[in-house]
């Protein structure tokens, strides 16, 4: 485990999720916004994504909580501290609320196509 709570860390989720072995869901407000990505990084995010058989979208969040759970991790207190009272106060403005799950998905059987 990630910490003294024993609680996964960002990048264990993600990897249960990309192995089959984990699910994950989000309820809360979202941005939507556009960006773009290097080639080479994309492509690692969508074979991801595949092998996950999950939304780009989905792993693109997970690897940005991995990425900004690391870097908390290398800041001084005093800066984590000011980001998270910056972050909660931007979160008390009124936003719309939507809701994102990221399951394994269950296959069906292909149907045959009928015969002539």
Known sequence: MANDRNEPS????????????????YHGAAVQRSHRFPYHLFIQIENMAKVADAPVSAI?????????ESVKKELPQNIVKQLRQTT??????????????TKRKVLSPSKKPRGK
């Open 60 to 68: 693109i969040n997970h690897l940005i909580e991995c990425g900004l």
């Open 88 to 101: 909660e106060s931007s979160l008390e403005r009124p936003l719309k609320s939507i809701t994102v799950e």
């Open 10 to 25: 960002e990048a264990e989720m993600l990897a249960s999720i990309v192995l089959g072995r984990g699910s994950a869901g």
